[in-house]
């Protein structure tokens, strides 16, 4: 399973990129709004500015959403988007403007994230318009009482059915049993924030075990 991490922080994506296991980004406009200063100061090109700055950390997929809900803007914004680096992943609402710009871009041979995915019948028509990932948010569907990685299950069953090439992307992670699942399940990518990256190493019985070995291990003079 892959490894993005979920989030527009610079130090949090190079923190990440040291550990050797990270293989793309995901961003939305939240994300982004929370690394802006001076949010009456940051303008469109400080936005594409940024999605280059990641670029340039990780070589690997990295999602940038538009910000518009027409067809016609999103493809615009998107081939823009997609201009900034040849990595760049265009992300689209699942909505039926969304699902046209998919259908545009990834027509034209742009990468396509098709987000905000909640349901299985969704996910059929990310797939059909031709995007090239499906992020079904499974940390807001468990916020409301319903099993997020029963959907991500659906969805790996019936892209398996199909043979469908869109990769399915884990998003809306919320601790470190949701990559534990989504890679039981066989999602393709987990995206993960920063604050479960850091816990997915950690276990209790291993730090008092290292604190036992490193205790025993003063019999051994130098
Ligand atoms: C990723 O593509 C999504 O934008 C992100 O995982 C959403 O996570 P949230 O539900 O924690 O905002």
Redesign the pocket.
Known sequence: MKFFI?TADLDEIRSAAELGMLDGV???P??IAKIVKDPSNFTRTDFFDHIAAICDLVDGPV?A?VTSLDTASMIKEGEALAAIHDNVVV?CPLTIDGLKAIRHLSEAGIAT?A??VFSPSQAILAAKAGASFV?P?V??LDDISTDGMALVEDIVDIYDNYGYMAEV?V????HPQHVVEAARIGADIA?I?FSVISRLAVHPLTESGLKKFMEDASVIKP
Request: glycine share 4%; charged share 20%; hydrophobic share 25%.
């Open positions: 979920d995901t961003t939305n939240s994300l999602s959403e992300k994230n987000t905000l992020s948010f940390g807001r992307i998003a809306s992670v919320r995206t924030p």
